[in-house]
Structures are given as C-alpha cells and as structure tokens.
C-alpha cells in the first residue's frame, strides 16, 4: 500500500497492488503521473511481471488521474457509472482538482483515460494463485463506488466508501444518505473481524470500526428527521444536528456542517 501525503488523521490518497504468478492488479494510480510512477516504481521492487490490471474504485481525480501513466496494455476496470464521468466530465474535473490543490500538483499533465472493461455487479480475476474479487455493492458517496478483494489475503480496499478511519465519518458529496447507510450496512455484514480494510485514505482499519460511520449516520439521518418533523427554521436545524462529539475529525466543521447537515436537510 502507497500513500502520497501525511496528515493527522486524514492522509491523502491510498493505492495499492496484488502479485500472482501471472501478474499484477494495482488499485488506484493516484492524482498525477509523478504519482503513478511512484506506485508503478513499488510493484516494480516486488516483481518484475506485468501490470494486467488497474481498478480505480471511483471517478475522483486523486484516485484515477494517474490512469495515464499506466503500460497500454493495462486493462482498467471502473463501475460503468465512474467510465461514463470519466468520459464525460474529465475536463471539469480536471479543472475542479487544479483549483482545489494549485497549479503545482500535476494535475496539468492528466490525461483522460477511462476502463477498457466496467462492471456493474462482480467480477473475479485469477492472477495466479492469487484470486481479486472486485464487487459493487451499493452507493455510498459516488454511483460507482468498487470493493476490490484479495482474496487469499482478507485484505479489502474500499476507496471512499470509507474515507479514512475513526473519528472520520462519511462524506455525503452527493446526498443520498438512506442509501449510503444501507451501503454501509452490507459493507460490515460481508467483511469478517480478520479482514484488513484499506480506506481511501489514511491507516488501515478492521470490522467494528465501519461502526463508526454507521452510527454516525444513523444519528444524523434520526437528527435531520426529527428538525424537519419540528419544522425548525435552519439556524436552530444546523444546531440540532451539530453532533458535537465527532468534532475529533479534523474536517468536522467543513464536512459535518457544509456538506452533511444541508445534505440530509435538503429533499433526497
């Protein structure tokens, strides 16, 4: 497993690589090509068979903007719904990435390149004595969100699906949350208490800590429910909902309060 930037509790991107007898599977290739060639660099100090395959497990910049500096032959997986942004809305992602990190974050040199084959269920590859199960099991924060199981090692990565471990909570960039409560109920009942969790970003994590992030959305949704049912005006909403004890995550104040509560406040 890579990662490309330290933080307290919340570090920049994961990525990591599966090795069969007969190849590589890399998950994610990060925001830029100085990046990717950093993960490419690490399979490379492991095994000199080639790289077959490279899942992005959603459409984020900082999870697929590397794609580019990947051998031809690659074969890259998406969900359908993250190929269709990817094609659709490269440029505007693009340009929304460079504005959030700079104009020195490589962002420039991205090229669009999007899945050779998409999957909108499950799919397994056999690398050799090595078996890769690469699954959607529902919406959590993009319509596209992937789960890619190494299947021999009980190691899972989950992109931003989960965002970082405890005290992070879910990022509702989108809305949804009904959905991405059930999403993250099904993530904790198919993993066991031995799997190793990758999130997208950050240390790794186990079972129970998925716990964290259910709780968290069971109280906002119950929360939002409850302001709406009082018909609170939103000063007083945004203070019902305030949530103070997860103020321990460093992007509380942005996420819980600029993306979260007007997420569960608006109509789904």
């Known amino acids: 497993m890579a990662s490309d930037?330290?933080?307290?509790?919340?570090?920049?991107?994961?990525?990591?690589?599966?090795v069969g007898d007969s190849g590589v599977l890399v998950i994610e290739s990060l925001s830029n090509g100085r990046l990717a060639s950093q993960v490419i660099g690490e399979v490379r100090k492991a095994t000199p068979l080639p790289i077959r395959f490279l899942v992005n497990t959603s459409f984020h910049g900082d999870h697929c903007f590397g794609n580019f500096a990947f051998p031809a032959q690659t074969v890259i997986i998406h969900h359908e719904a993250t190929k269709r942004v990817i094609?659709?809305?490269?440029?505007?992602?693009?340009?929304?990435?460079?504005?959030?990190?700079?104009?020195?974050?490589?962002?420039?040199?991205?090229?669009?390149?999007?899945?050779?084959?998409?999957?909108?269920?499950?799919?397994?590859?056999?690398?050799?004595?090595?078996?890769v199960d690469i699954e959607h099991i529902g919406y959590a924060?993009?319509?596209?969100?992937?789960?890619?199981?190494?299947?021999?090692?009980?190691?899972?990565?989950?992109?931003?699906?989960?965002?970082?471990?405890?005290?992070?909570?879910?990022?509702?960039?989108?809305?949804?949350?009904?959905e991405a409560l059930v999403t993250y109920r099904r993530l904790h009942d198919?993993?066991?208490?031995?799997?190793?969790?990758?999130?997208?970003?950050?240390?790794?994590?186990?079972?129970?800590?998925?716990?964290?992030?259910?709780?968290?959305?069971?109280?906002?949704?119950?929360?939002?429910?409850?302001?709406?049912?009082?018909?609170?005006?939103?000063?007083?909403?945004?203070?019902?909902?305030?949530?103070?004890e997860y103020s321990d995550y460093s992007m509380y104040e942005f996420i819980h309060f600029q993306v979260n509560i007007p997420a569960v406040l608006s109509p789904q």
Request: aromatic residues 4%.
């Open 87 to 131: 094609d659709e809305r490269f440029e505007q992602d693009r340009a929304f990435m460079i504005d959030l990190l700079g104009p020195n974050a490589g962002i420039e040199e991205a090229v669009a390149r999007s899945a050779d084959v998409t999957v909108t269920g499950s799919c397994s590859l056999d690398l050799g004595g090595k078996h």
């Open 5 to 18: 930037v330290d933080a307290t509790d919340h570090t920049a991107t994961n990525a990591g690589f599966a």
């Open 190 to 244: 198919i993993l066991d208490d031995d799997t190793l969790i990758v999130p997208g970003h950050g240390r790794t994590m186990r079972r129970a800590d998925i716990l964290h992030s259910i709780t968290y959305l069971e109280k906002l949704i119950n929360l939002a429910r409850d302001a709406q049912d009082s018909k609170l005006p939103p000063d007083q909403a945004r203070e019902a909902l305030a949530m103070k």
């Open 141 to 178: 924060q993009t319509e596209g969100d992937l789960v890619v199981r190494i299947r021999e090692d009980n190691i899972v990565f989950v992109g931003n699906m989960l965002q970082a471990p405890p005290p992070a909570f879910p990022w509702l960039l989108e809305g949804r949350a009904d």
